[in-house]
């Protein structure tokens, strides 16, 4: 089970940083992805990052002003925006997706075999 935390509102141009953390299973294995949805619109890659940690792709919309992170130690990914924008609105999910050892990860959703229920961001002022 994933589960995110760190959502919330915030004004144009603030910071928010995004949790993700997993029970049952261990994220060392795993490629990580973040992943958001706004309303009417379809599931988008936001950032990815492989199960060594080594490789990092990011949408061209959020390059930049995104970082995604992992520490295996704790079993967690994180999300840090900065220079947030109104279209950045949406819930954010982060997923997995087992690629042990490996150099890979995918901005493609259909790709990720685990999800966690989202948690939404919201950037307004």
């Known amino acids: 089970q994933l589960v995110e935390s760190g959502g919330g509102l915030v004004q144009p141009g603030g910071s928010l940083g995004l949790s993700c953390g997993a029970s049952g299973f261990n994220l060392n294995y795993y490629a990580l992805g973040w992943f958001r949805q706004a309303p009417g619109k379809e599931r988008e890659g936001v950032a990815c990052?492989?199960?060594?940690?080594?490789?990092?792709e990011y949408a061209d919309s959020v390059k930049g002003r995104f970082t995604i992170s992992r520490d295996n130690a704790e079993n967690t990914v994180r999300l840090q925006m900065n220079s947030l924008k109104p279209e950045d609105t949406a819930i954010y999910h982060c997923a997995a997706v087992l690629l042990l050892m490996s150099r890979l990860c995918y901005l493609g959703p259909a790709k990720y075999d685990y999800w966690g229920q989202g948690t939404q961001v919201t950037v307004s002022s």
């Open positions: 990052i492989s199960s060594s940690g080594s490789m990092t």
